[in-house]
């Protein structure tokens, strides 16, 4: 039964550890093979011979053991984490290149334009709703996440590539619709089983985690051009293929090395991340390379298998980097194996089946009896009124107190819990509480009520005026920021609001540049070369403004204490500025625009992750971030289809409508085109003031949380991972 529960915790250490056996038992077997080959043949020297194969073939021995030993602690390790979560997130963008395969969808199903953009609404739709995800990650180890969201990814994009080829009868629309939807909403079961568990693992470095992960969503599209055009040339059907198996392999391959570890920060970590920045930084940089060669000469079918092969090496780079921070690890840990010989304490691990430890003076504890608590209407034991003197021994688990996290400093339990009633007759039971040698009051003893539904809202014990004790317990009356909060009590808060409004004007006025850039572009008479450059341009600097935005709000944040939210307000004003160059269509200025329109629709969506983070908790983070990524299909929605659609297809029908009588002939009603700087005049003018209303909300939140950003936010996880270092060694 252990072993069983042992592997599904953690199956590769069990499997390095049956390696290591089997290893070690056919060492054995050979060395008797050896001994009789070497009687048998050489009678009088057998003893010299195999002392000399001894002498030679022993370090062999050790090198191998030391190996087995090496790649068990690789695989096992936290950056190893990180690694395998650029792979699985490098394959999960395939919603990015929707343009490329959506012609073959159009041309084998016959359907109309219009039916193709509600096609790619479903696909949004279902990329960007991901509560179900991060329901089903509060309460499932994150692996069966990413397995779920590789299954739905198969069986989304096998049925479109199945009804595309024929070989199933042609589906109803609904069908074709459905059938999207789940197969982009398996991103987002990879998107937070991966993100989520890193977050978690790397808490004082969320920004950069973020950004980097992102990013490598930002960079998939373009990777899985070049792996399309290796593996299958130019068969538009054959990438729906591609789509349906390629990132199913890759989850299903990595998806146990990707759960949560336990928390402890190195020095070097943030000189780690800009490692791993630098591989992405060069990855991008020659996917842009290759991008505009690919534009300006046509390539051969060798030329593109050699592209995508030097691609797939340069995101297996990272696994180098995981290589060599193990190395250290290792080397620091044989250095500081043996402890000093003048330390006299005897230490020794500490296990969570402890039965007993002791407790420094300072740090002390109320014991409470288990089954009589104060608020309850039972009379206390003697021995739950009375503080233990030191040495303290504490039976189980004990809860140290004495650090109140910095959210609470100002509300540190100093005289609650003082009096209670207890008992039908009344009779007061008076219950110290615990004071620490300068006088400041420590936390009570915490007893485990059982952990709430992500749903409950936590119950809150007060003192009222009398010196009862009561419970209150209301999604309005949510915890102090930085706190762990409930799903209700995080979605009605006003904090949470005020973020998805920003959010929903950022995104949504970026995403409607990005969906009709090609249509703007062709309307302001820009070259197809020129059109694509555009898309190439956004797609780039999405990656740099994901990871650009990750790492200077975490080190603007930890240095100077700069307000995430106040980095958000800044984006949304540069958006402004993109919005209206193309608004005003000056000659040139589209190529500024897509820059600035990748840079700003990336940068946002680390900035949002991590103010949700850094607000509401990471308890349910699973659930709440994907929360915050509604906001980009609801305001593609309004702004995309409701305002530019509208205004493109009005403006359209007026130059229709002015056309001379033989001009009107040769032109088709039903696929009109506009050209001109006004076809989208007024649109961008409304997506300049939806933005700067956007800024505006973003502005009203940072000075909401002003006295939040100003305190350390990570204090409480530096804490943590004190707390947990000194629970390794516990004084016999």
Known sequence: ???????????????????????????????????????????????????????????????????????????????????????????????????????????????????????????????????????????????????????????????????????????AMWQIYLYMCIGANSQTFANTGVMVTCVKNFPQSRGIVIGLLKGFVGLSGAIFTQLYYAIYGEDASSLILLVAWFPAVVSLMFMFLI???????????????????????????????????????????????????????????NVGIAIKIELVNLKLTSENAVLPENNSCSLRPLSKGIDEVQVPAKEKVIKQDMTALPFQNTTPTTEANSLI???????????????????????????????????????????????????????????????????????????????????????????????????????????????????????????????????????????????????????????????????????????????????????????????????????GTLYAASILIGLCFGAQWPILYSVISELFGLKYFATLYNFGGVSSPVGMYILSVRVAGHLYDKEARRQYAALSAAEAASASRSDLVCDGASCYRLTFFIMTGVSLLGSIVSAFLVYRTRHFYKQDIYARFRRTEETKGDSHLAVL
């Open 1 to 171: 039964k252990s072993l069983v529960c042992s592997t599904v915790a953690n199956p590769f250490e069990i499997v390095g550890g049956f390696a290591f056996y089997e290893y070690t038992t056919l060492g054995n077997r050979l060395d008797c093979v050896c001994v009789g080959l070497l009687n048998r043949c050489f009678p009088n020297e057998a003893d010299k011979i195999g002392d000399s194969l001894y002498v030679q073939l022993g370090w062999i021995e050790e090198i191998m053991e030391r190996s087995v030993k090496f790649v068990a602690a690789l695989v096992t390790s936290r950056w190893m984490v990180v690694v395998v979560s650029f792979f699985v997130m490098a394959c999960s963008g395939a919603t990015y290149i929707f343009g490329l395969y959506s012609g073959a969808i159009k041309s084998a199903l016959q359907y109309n334009q219009q039916t193709l953009n509600t096609l790619s609404f479903f696909k949004d739709l279902g990329a960007n709703v991901g509560i179900v995800s991060g329901l089903l990650n509060e309460v499932t180890p994150s692996w069966f996440v990413i397995a779920v969201g590789a299954g739905m990814n198969v069986f989304g994009y096998l049925m479109i590539w199945l009804a595309v080829t024929y070989r199933i009868p042609r589906p």
């Open 389 to 587: 003197n030191d040495p303290l021994t504490v039976t189980a688990s004990p809860v140290y107190v004495g650090d109140t996290p910095p959210s609470r400093s100002g509300n540190a339990v100093q005289e609650s819990l003082t009096k209670h009633t207890g008992g039908q007759g009344g009779e007061e039971d008076a219950i110290e509480v615990a004071k620490d040698t300068d006088g400041t009051a420590l936390r009570p003893f915490q007893i485990d009520q059982g952990s709430p539904s992500c749903f409950c809202n936590e119950q809150k014990v007060e003192t009222n005026k009398t010196g009862r004790l009561k419970f209150r317990s209301s999604i309005f009356q949510h915890p102090q920021r930085g706190d762990d909060f409930t799903i209700l009590q995080a979605l009605f808060s006003a904090d949470m609001w005020i973020l998805f409004i920003a959010s929903t004007c950022g995104v949504g006025g970026t995403l409607t540049a990005i969906d009709n850039m090609g249509q703007i572009g062709q309307s302001q008479g820009y070259s197809k070369v020129s059109i694509s450059t555009f898309v190439s341009l956004i797609s780039i600097w999405n990656f740099l403004g994901r990871v650009i935005s990750g790492f200077l709000s975490e080190f603007l944040l930890q240095r100077y204490r700069f307000p995430r939210p106040l980095m958000l307000t800044l984006i949304l004003i540069i958006a402004c500025v993109a919005h209206l160059l193309i608004a005003f269509a000056f000659p």
């Open 259 to 317: 759960r949560p570890m336990e928390v402890l920060s190195q020095k070097n970590e943030k000189k780690i991340f800009y490692s791993f920045l630098a591989m992405a930084l060069l990855l991008a940089f020659f996917l842009m390379v290759v991008i505009v060669i690919e534009n300006l000469v046509p390539l051969s079918a060798p030329a593109y298998k050699v592209i995508g092969t030097l691609t797939v090496l340069l995101i297996l780079l």
